[in-house]
């Protein structure tokens, strides 16, 4: 289990933060971070299931991912004071929170549907038709522009289920309702993948949230680390 996850020296007397990468990422996509917080907190960085340290052996659901986040830290003997998670990590920390609550610190995370778009919905429509048409052998063929996302193309077999499964999990506003620790939500304005939009109706639906743009895309907390470690200390600092 050691390759699948990441812990510094344990002190009892230091808070301890959880950081949960992205889809198809590793824990080493938030290296810079959690290593610029160790000297003041317990870290754990974990590989969650889909990626090249720790494959599929199943079609996982949010509610699998749930699960395997509570039995790797009871294992670990490890409760979070606060998550730090980035996209689909920041989705599943939310809804880990909702049963768990613990502090959150949320980098573009995927956890509001994006509004209706006649733009995706012809392109989607027009995928599935020709998708229809074509054999397996030739699907290649079909122009790329409108075979989905890049990361639903490199997905196969249980990979593939998992995607299409986690992509269209969202919290509904009642899901709101029930988070009671605080929240920070951290945004790149020029991020491809999530929205402004999306971040103003989590802030909507959750007021107290901590709402902090940046400028940079969707991996923007990479050039704010020392901006970022020093919001995390003073969040840990809360609990002395």
């Known amino acids: ?6 812990m510094n020296d ?15 990422n590793t824990k080493e996509a938030l290296a810079p971070l959690y290593k ?3 000297k003041f907190a317990n870290v754990l960085a974990i590989d969650l299931p889909g990626n090249k340290n720790n494959p599929l052996d199943k079609e996982y659901k949010i509610e699998d991912y749930v699960d395997y986040l509570e039995n790797t830290l009871a294992n670990l003997k490890f409760m979070p004071y606060l998550i730090v998670g980035h996209s689909f990590g920041g989705k599943l920390a939310t809804y880990y929170s909702l049963k768990h609550q613990t502090k959150l610190l949320l980098l573009a995370p995927s956890i509001i549907k994006p509004k209706f778009s006649m733009k995706r919905f012809v392109k989607i429509r027009i995928y ?13 063929k079909i122009p790329e522009k409108y075979r989905g996302s890049v990361d639903y193309q490199n997905a196969q077999g249980f990979k ?5 499964n986690i992509v269209h999990s969202y919290f509904q506003k009642s899901d709101f309702k029930k988070l009671k620790e605080d929240v ?3 945004y790149g304005l ?3 993948a999530i929205t402004l939009e999306q971040m103003k109706r989590f802030k909507k639906y959750l007021p107290k949230t901590n709402l902090i743009l940046f400028s940079g895309d969707h991996f923007m907390f990479l050039n704010y680390i020392k901006a970022i470690s020093k919001l995390i200390y003073c969040i840990c600092e809360e609990k002395r």
Do not use: C, Q, W
């Not at 593939?160 to 299409?164: H, N």
């Open 1 to 6: 289990m050691e390759k699948i996850y990441y």
């Open 190 to 192: 020029d991020d491809k």
């Open 160 to 164: 593939r289920k998992t995607f299409l």
């Open 10 to 24: 344990y002190d009892s007397a230091r808070p301890n933060i959880l950081f949960l990468h992205g889809y198809d």
């Open 128 to 140: 599935k038709v020709l998708k229809f048409l074509y054999s397996k052998k030739l699907i290649s």
């Open 184 to 186: 920070y939500l951290l």
């Open 36 to 38: 610029s917080v160790e």
